[in-house]
Protein backbone atom coordinates (compact mmCIF):
# COMPACT_ATOMS: atom_id res chain seq x y z
CA UNK A 1 0.00 0.00 0.00
CA UNK A 2 1.17 3.35 -0.85
CA UNK A 3 1.64 6.11 1.52
CA UNK A 4 -1.39 8.21 -0.78
CA UNK A 5 -3.42 4.87 0.01
CA UNK A 6 -2.69 5.17 3.78
CA UNK A 7 -4.12 8.82 3.35
CA UNK A 8 -7.68 8.26 1.71
CA UNK A 9 -10.35 7.80 4.31
CA UNK A 10 -11.43 9.70 7.67
CA UNK A 11 -8.94 11.28 9.88
CA UNK A 12 -9.83 13.51 12.90
CA UNK A 13 -8.16 16.85 12.88
CA UNK A 14 -6.79 19.25 14.50
CA UNK A 15 -4.92 23.02 13.74
CA UNK A 16 -3.61 25.59 15.59
CA UNK A 17 -3.41 29.01 15.45
CA UNK A 18 -0.92 31.92 16.24
CA UNK A 19 -0.71 29.24 19.85
CA UNK A 20 -4.35 28.78 19.88
CA UNK A 21 -5.31 25.27 20.12
CA UNK A 22 -8.14 23.58 18.54
CA UNK A 23 -9.37 26.25 16.41
CA UNK A 24 -9.78 23.98 14.08
CA UNK A 25 -11.41 20.80 15.81
CA UNK A 26 -13.25 18.29 13.71
CA UNK A 27 -12.93 14.89 11.10
CA UNK A 28 -11.68 15.52 7.58
CA UNK A 29 -12.27 12.63 4.92
CA UNK A 30 -9.50 12.31 1.94
CA UNK A 31 -10.99 10.87 -1.38
CA UNK A 32 -9.37 9.06 -4.09
CA UNK A 33 -10.33 11.72 -6.97
CA UNK A 34 -8.26 13.84 -4.57
CA UNK A 35 -11.02 16.34 -2.55
CA UNK A 36 -11.15 16.71 1.00
CA UNK A 37 -14.39 17.29 3.16
CA UNK A 38 -14.40 18.59 6.73
CA UNK A 39 -17.12 18.69 9.34
CA UNK A 40 -16.54 20.32 12.73
CA UNK A 41 -16.24 18.04 16.42
CA UNK A 42 -19.71 17.96 17.80
CA UNK A 43 -19.61 21.04 20.45
CA UNK A 44 -19.80 25.13 20.56
CA UNK A 45 -19.15 25.56 16.92
CA UNK A 46 -20.66 24.65 13.54
CA UNK A 47 -18.80 23.92 10.70
CA UNK A 48 -17.74 22.34 7.47
CA UNK A 49 -15.19 22.87 4.97
CA UNK A 50 -14.49 21.53 1.20
CA UNK A 51 -11.27 21.64 -0.90
CA UNK A 52 -8.51 19.39 -2.61
CA UNK A 53 -5.27 17.92 -1.89
CA UNK A 54 -2.20 16.89 -3.69
CA UNK A 55 0.72 14.62 -3.43
CA UNK A 56 4.60 14.56 -4.97
CA UNK A 57 6.91 11.67 -3.56
CA UNK A 58 6.69 12.12 0.17
CA UNK A 59 5.04 15.51 0.57
CA UNK A 60 0.85 16.29 0.85
CA UNK A 61 -0.24 18.90 0.41
CA UNK A 62 -4.39 19.58 1.06
CA UNK A 63 -6.35 23.08 0.88
CA UNK A 64 -9.15 23.87 2.53
CA UNK A 65 -11.85 26.69 2.85
CA UNK A 66 -13.77 26.48 5.83
CA UNK A 67 -16.74 28.35 7.68
CA UNK A 68 -17.39 27.74 10.91
CA UNK A 69 -18.92 30.14 13.23
CA UNK A 70 -20.51 29.50 17.11
CA UNK A 71 -24.05 28.69 16.91
CA UNK A 72 -25.27 30.90 19.88
CA UNK A 73 -23.12 33.42 18.78
CA UNK A 74 -24.59 37.37 19.21
CA UNK A 75 -21.87 39.05 17.00
CA UNK A 76 -21.21 39.37 12.96
CA UNK A 77 -21.38 35.91 11.18
CA UNK A 78 -18.40 35.95 8.48
CA UNK A 79 -19.79 35.99 4.88
CA UNK A 80 -16.88 33.87 3.17
CA UNK A 81 -14.94 30.77 4.59
CA UNK A 82 -11.46 31.29 5.59
CA UNK A 83 -8.77 29.46 3.49
CA UNK A 84 -6.27 27.27 5.00
CA UNK A 85 -3.81 25.06 3.61
CA UNK A 86 -1.66 21.98 5.51
CA UNK A 87 2.05 20.49 4.10
CA UNK A 88 3.54 17.69 5.67
CA UNK A 89 5.60 14.54 5.01
CA UNK A 90 3.34 11.68 4.28
CA UNK A 91 3.26 9.41 7.18
CA UNK A 92 5.08 5.78 6.57
CA UNK A 93 2.13 4.00 8.36
CA UNK A 94 -1.43 5.14 9.10
CA UNK A 95 -0.96 6.56 12.34
CA UNK A 96 -1.30 10.18 13.88
CA UNK A 97 0.79 12.69 12.49
CA UNK A 98 1.45 16.87 11.71
CA UNK A 99 2.34 19.51 9.53
CA UNK A 100 2.57 23.20 8.78
CA UNK A 101 -0.78 25.12 8.87
CA UNK A 102 -1.16 27.80 6.62
CA UNK A 103 -3.67 30.76 6.20
CA UNK A 104 -4.18 32.31 2.65
CA UNK A 105 -5.84 35.49 3.21
CA UNK A 106 -7.58 37.30 -0.11
CA UNK A 107 -4.64 39.31 -2.03
CA UNK A 108 -2.03 38.85 0.45
CA UNK A 109 0.65 35.54 0.07
CA UNK A 110 -0.11 32.85 2.35
CA UNK A 111 1.49 32.94 6.07
CA UNK A 112 2.46 30.51 8.25
CA UNK A 113 0.18 30.06 11.43
CA UNK A 114 0.78 26.85 13.56
CA UNK A 115 0.04 23.60 13.22
CA UNK A 116 -2.01 20.46 12.47
CA UNK A 117 -1.87 17.09 13.80
CA UNK A 118 -4.53 14.01 11.86
CA UNK A 119 -5.16 10.87 13.62
CA UNK A 120 -7.26 7.39 12.35
CA UNK A 121 -11.51 8.29 13.34
CA UNK A 122 -10.83 5.80 16.75
CA UNK A 123 -7.03 6.60 17.29
CA UNK A 124 -5.13 8.84 20.26
CA UNK A 125 -4.87 12.51 18.46
CA UNK A 126 -1.41 13.37 19.59
CA UNK A 127 -0.32 16.26 22.34
CA UNK A 128 1.07 19.12 20.59
CA UNK A 129 4.38 19.35 22.47
CA UNK A 130 4.74 15.95 21.74
CA UNK A 131 7.07 16.41 18.50
CA UNK A 132 7.56 18.72 15.43
CA UNK A 133 6.89 18.65 11.87
CA UNK A 134 8.65 15.90 10.02
CA UNK A 135 10.08 18.44 7.08
CA UNK A 136 8.78 16.97 3.66
CA UNK A 137 12.01 17.35 1.13
CA UNK A 138 11.97 20.92 -0.03
CA UNK A 139 11.67 20.16 -3.46
CA UNK A 140 8.67 17.76 -3.33
CA UNK A 141 7.29 20.53 -0.72
CA UNK A 142 7.75 22.87 -3.77
CA UNK A 143 6.52 21.28 -6.16
CA UNK A 144 3.13 20.21 -3.96
CA UNK A 145 2.79 24.36 -3.14
CA UNK A 146 2.75 25.23 -6.86
CA UNK A 147 0.45 22.27 -7.52
CA UNK A 148 -2.35 24.04 -4.74
CA UNK A 149 -1.17 27.35 -6.04
CA UNK A 150 -2.71 26.37 -9.23
CA UNK A 151 -5.99 24.65 -8.39
CA UNK A 152 -6.72 28.03 -6.04
CA UNK A 153 -9.87 29.68 -6.73
CA UNK A 154 -11.03 32.95 -5.89
CA UNK A 155 -14.23 33.34 -3.49
CA UNK A 156 -17.73 33.87 -5.41
CA UNK A 157 -18.12 37.80 -5.12
CA UNK A 158 -13.93 38.05 -6.13
CA UNK A 159 -15.19 36.19 -9.15
CA UNK A 160 -14.21 38.04 -12.74
CA UNK A 161 -17.74 37.58 -13.56
CA UNK A 162 -18.77 40.16 -10.58
CA UNK A 163 -16.14 43.00 -11.26
CA UNK A 164 -18.82 45.02 -13.95
CA UNK A 165 -20.92 44.94 -10.98
CA UNK A 166 -18.72 46.01 -8.17
CA UNK A 167 -19.09 50.02 -6.76
CA UNK A 168 -16.33 52.05 -6.38
CA UNK A 169 -16.63 53.71 -2.70
CA UNK A 170 -15.33 54.08 0.55
CA UNK A 171 -17.88 51.03 1.64
CA UNK A 172 -15.97 47.70 0.00
CA UNK A 173 -17.70 44.84 -1.07
CA UNK A 174 -21.07 46.41 -2.87
CA UNK A 175 -22.04 44.95 -5.74
CA UNK A 176 -24.94 45.97 -8.07
CA UNK A 177 -26.97 43.50 -10.55
CA UNK A 178 -29.32 45.81 -12.48
CA UNK A 179 -31.97 44.99 -13.39
CA UNK A 180 -32.00 42.09 -11.66
CA UNK A 181 -35.90 41.84 -11.19
CA UNK A 182 -37.74 42.47 -14.43
CA UNK A 183 -40.67 44.76 -13.52
CA UNK A 184 -43.64 41.53 -13.60
CA UNK A 185 -41.70 39.99 -10.80
CA UNK A 186 -41.07 43.72 -8.78
CA UNK A 187 -45.24 43.99 -9.13
CA UNK A 188 -45.42 40.42 -8.10
CA UNK A 189 -43.32 40.72 -5.26
CA UNK A 190 -45.38 44.03 -3.95
CA UNK A 191 -48.25 42.23 -4.31
CA UNK A 192 -47.36 39.32 -1.62
CA UNK A 193 -45.90 42.17 0.08
CA UNK A 194 -49.14 44.11 0.68
CA UNK A 195 -50.99 40.76 1.18
CA UNK A 196 -48.95 38.57 3.21
CA UNK A 197 -46.15 40.70 5.35
CA UNK A 198 -47.03 42.13 8.80
CA UNK A 199 -44.93 45.42 9.24
CA UNK A 200 -43.25 45.56 13.00
CA UNK A 201 -43.91 49.19 14.44
CA UNK A 202 -41.17 50.45 16.41
CA UNK A 203 -40.35 54.15 17.65
CA UNK A 204 -37.77 55.19 14.77
CA UNK A 205 -38.71 52.86 12.21
CA UNK A 206 -41.27 49.64 10.87
CA UNK A 207 -39.75 46.62 9.99
CA UNK A 208 -40.89 43.12 8.25
CA UNK A 209 -38.50 40.43 9.52
CA UNK A 210 -37.95 37.00 8.25
CA UNK A 211 -36.38 34.07 9.01
CA UNK A 212 -36.94 34.16 12.57
CA UNK A 213 -39.90 34.25 15.23
CA UNK A 214 -40.35 33.41 18.82
CA UNK A 215 -37.69 34.99 21.23
CA UNK A 216 -34.79 32.49 21.79
CA UNK A 217 -35.05 30.96 25.86
CA UNK A 218 -31.73 32.70 26.02
CA UNK A 219 -33.37 36.49 25.75
CA UNK A 220 -30.87 37.86 23.35
CA UNK A 221 -32.58 36.48 19.81
CA UNK A 222 -35.11 35.11 17.98
CA UNK A 223 -35.79 31.53 16.82
CA UNK A 224 -34.35 30.51 13.72
CA UNK A 225 -37.62 30.06 11.08
CA UNK A 226 -37.90 28.69 7.54
CA UNK A 227 -38.06 31.75 5.15
CA UNK A 228 -41.79 31.97 3.06
CA UNK A 229 -41.49 30.38 -0.17
CA UNK A 230 -41.28 33.24 -2.54
CA UNK A 231 -38.22 34.65 -0.43
CA UNK A 232 -36.87 31.32 -1.09
CA UNK A 233 -37.12 31.80 -4.69
CA UNK A 234 -35.12 34.99 -4.63
CA UNK A 235 -32.31 33.33 -2.26
CA UNK A 236 -31.79 30.84 -5.09
CA UNK A 237 -31.80 32.94 -7.68
CA UNK A 238 -28.94 34.39 -5.73
CA UNK A 239 -27.20 31.38 -5.26
CA UNK A 240 -27.12 31.12 -8.85
CA UNK A 241 -25.44 34.15 -9.62
CA UNK A 242 -22.85 32.58 -7.45
CA UNK A 243 -23.47 35.12 -4.62
CA UNK A 244 -23.54 32.77 -1.73
CA UNK A 245 -20.68 29.61 -1.77
CA UNK A 246 -22.69 26.64 -2.86
CA UNK A 247 -21.89 24.30 0.40
CA UNK A 248 -19.97 27.41 2.92
CA UNK A 249 -22.82 29.80 4.07
CA UNK A 250 -24.53 29.98 7.25
CA UNK A 251 -26.90 27.58 7.85
Excluded at 16 to 41: P, Q
Aim: include cysteine; charge should be negative; glycine fraction near 8%.
Amino acid sequence: MTSTQRLVGEWQLRASIMGCEDVIIGRVHFTEAGEVVYLTAPGDLIGRGMGRWVSDGSALGFQLDIFQYEVTSTKHVQTDPHRFRGIAKLPSEKGAWIGEWWILLFQQPPRAVGRFWLAPPNGKMPLSAQKAPEEPPEAAKKEVIAKLDKLTQPFPMYQPSWVPHHLAGDIHDVHYVRNFLEPAQVAEFEDIIDRTCNWERMVTRDTQEFGSQSRCPCGRSLMRDALPQWQGTVVDALGALGVFHPVLFPA
